[in-house]
C-alpha cells in the first residue's frame, strides 16, 4: 500500500482512539473506505493504488483492528460503528465536504448504522455496498455446507465465535480460509495476502466483534440510507450469500442496482479489485465530481 499522506488519530464518542490515513492529492473527492471483521485498513491497498492519483482515499481501522485499540467489555456494538466512522468524516473531511463511501462486510454494517446520523448525512454522496447484509448473518451462511436449520445455525455461531487462537498463516489456515471466505478460483498471492491480514486480527477483537455480528439487526438502517446505494456481491460468498445483497438492493430508498460477480467469494475487494475500484470511480464521477461542477455554474 502506498506510504500514507498524512496519518490521524481520531477520537470516538466513548474516547476510544480510531487509526486513519489520508491518501491522495489534497482538495481531490474524497472517497472514504471503511473494512470489515478480521480486516485493516491493508484490505483496501488495490483501491488505494488505483484511485490514488486523482482521488482523496480516507480509510481507518475498525476499533480493536490494524492500529486503532481495542475497547472495554461495552465498546463493541453497532452504535460504536457509527459513532467511529462519524468521527471519521468530521475529522478528514471540510465542514459540509460530500464524499462517496464504500464499507465491505461489517463496513457496509457501518453504513447502514451510521445512516441516519447528522454526520453521516452531511458527508455522504452515494455509498458503495460490498459483500455484506443486516440481519440474520448466522441464519443464512453457507460456512457449514449443510442444510438450513436450527443445527447448522448453531454449528455456524460456534465456529465464527470460536475463541481458539487463529495461529499463524500456514498452507492449512490458508485452505481453511479459502474455503470461508473466498472464491475458488481465488489466486493464491490474493489468498496468501488475505490470511495475513485476517490472522493478524486480535483475538479478543474478533470474538467481540462476533457477538456483535451474530444479533446484528439493521433493517431499520436500510430505510434511513437515504443516498444512492450501490451493491455488490459475489456469487460465490458463504459469511454473506447473495440472498442478503438482493434483500438490501430491493429495500433501499435510493438503490443504484446490484452486481453479482460469478465465482467471487466474501472479499471482494481483494477478488476482483478493479470491479470495486472502478464502481467507486463511478460514483464519484456521478454525485462528487458532477454536483461540485453543478455548484460552481451556480
Avoid at 107 to 125: K, L, V, Y
Wanted: hydrophobic share 40%; with cysteine; charged share 20%.
Amino acid at each position: 500500500m502506498s506510504t500514507a499522506a498524512r496519518e490521524l488519530t481520531v477520537v470516538s464518542a466513548d474516547g476510544s482512539r480510531i487509526h486513519a490515513e489520508v491518501h491522495g492529492p489534497e482538495g481531490a473527492p474524497a472517497v472514504v473506505l471503511s473494512h470489515g471483521w478480521t480486516c485493516s485498513t491493508e484490505f483496501w491497498a488495490a483501491q488505494i493504488r488505483d484511485l490514488v492519483p486523482d482521488h482523496r482515499l480516507v480509510v481507518y481501522d475498525q476499533r480493536g483492528h490494524g492500529r486503532s485499540p481495542g475497547a472495554g467489555r461495552d465498546g463493541y456494538s453497532t452504535g460504536a460503528l457509527a459513532d467511529d466512522l462519524e468521527a471519521v468524516l468530521a475529522a478528514a473531511l471540510e465542514p459540509g465536504e460530500r464524499a462517496v463511501l464504500g464499507g465491505h462486510s461489517m463496513g457496509g454494517m457501518t453504513m447502514m448504522a451510521a445512516s441516519g446520523r447528522p454526520g453521516f448525512r452531511e458527508h455522504t454522496a452515494a455509498v458503495l455496498l460490498c459483500s455484506t447484509g443486516a440481519s440474520r448473518l448466522i441464519a443464512e451462511s453457507l460456512v457449514v455446507p449443510m442444510r438450513p436449520g436450527r443445527l447448522r445455525t448453531r454449528l455456524t455461531r460456534l465456529i465464527l465465535g470460536s475463541r481458539a487462537p487463529l495461529g499463524p498463516a500456514t498452507a492449512v489456515s490458508r485452505r481453511i480460509l479459502k474455503y470461508g471466505t473466498m472464491g475458488p478460483g481465488s489466486v493464491p498471492d490474493r489468498v496468501a495476502e488475505c490470511a495475513r491480514i485476517v490472522h493478524a486480527c486480535p483475538r479478543g477483537t474478533r470474538v467481540a466483534w462476533s457477538r456483535v455480528l451474530a444479533e446484528l439487526d439493521l433493517e431499520a438502517g436500510i430505510r434511513e440510507l437515504r443516498v444512492p446505494t450501490a451493491v455488490i456481491v459475489g456469487t460465490a460468498d458463504r459469511l454473506t450469500p447473495p440472498v442478503h445483497a438482493r434483500a438490501l438492493a430491493a429495500a433501499l430508498p435510493d438503490g443504484l442496482g446490484l452486481t453479482e460477480l460469478t465465482g467471487i467469494g466474501h472479499m471482494t475487494p481483494m477478488e476482483a479489485p478493479d470491479v470495486v475500484a472502478d464502481r467507486l470511480r463511478e460514483l464519484v464521477n456521478t454525485y462528487v465530481r458532477v454536483e461540485k461542477q453543478k455548484e460552481q455554474a451556480v
